[in-house]
């Protein structure tokens, strides 16, 4: 029998969507894989949407040749191709498509996607400045990109967790909190982890107002991190148990990034990538495992 032509275009968006992440994040992809059926592919379809966004403003658009004023008409072309997608379901642009069955399915609204964007384009804005000084982020522009650029992530996510499941008011309330501080955590960390690349061909300083850190701001951010990342633990077991593990993992993984970076000098950081090897991202995912199926058993 011949799939209908809706049905065969969203089972070929999913595929693209799940090329995406494979060949983006071993480390996202590990930890999609934890995931239940049931998540699985929404969570990848919300990775691929951000990732795609992402890249237009980290050189893809730049390196295709587009000055600044192409390169954020591109973006907002995506964006506007994203909202028109939520309102009708489809759209041409399989990666934008498999977001949009998401996004309908599990109740993600634009009061979450406008924010996103907005803080793509501020990367934009970083990008257009690339002959001047790199100008750190004050308190508050920090805190509103990582909100825009992390944190409703994270809450989107939640929405793929706690779509058809019974929490209450309370509940509801620590997931958001908990999804927020694991978002906001995951960005910080990824910002110390990226520091050489977003100084010197991004033009960026995403951690402090100067326009490099110091070994003291380093370690500061190394301990914020850590608290946001225990508020989010403390949440975990309220997340649906096909989800737990998952999470847990990508948890642990970005904790141990983060102990590296605490014993890693800053003028290191401005010259490599800390990574996690492979070895010890299995070892960490077998743990999490382990801490769910406890969990079952209690």
Known sequence: MVPKTHELF???????????????????????????????????????????ADEIVDGLAAEAGLDAGEQRELLDNFAAATRSALRFGISDNLVIHAFAQTARTTGITFDLIEPFFASMRADLGAASESLAPVRGLLADEHRDYVYGSAEVVGLMCLNVFLNDQVRTPAEVEALEFGARQLGAAFQNINFLRDLADDSVRLHRSYLTTESRLSDSDKTAWVIIIREQLAHAQATFSLLPKDARTAVRSAAAL??????????????RLYQERVRIPNAVKARLASQAILATAREGRT
Do not use: C, K, M
């Open 10 to 52: 969203s089972h070929t968006a999913q595929q693209v969507a799940e090329a995406v992440i494979s060949n983006y994040s071993t480390s996202f992809g590990l930890a999609t894989r934890l995931l239940g059926p049931t998540h699985r592919h929404h969570i990848r379809n919300i990775y691929a949407l951000v990732r795609i």
């Open 254 to 267: 970005f904790a141990a990034l983060n102990d590296r970076i605490a014993v890693t000098p800053v003028d």
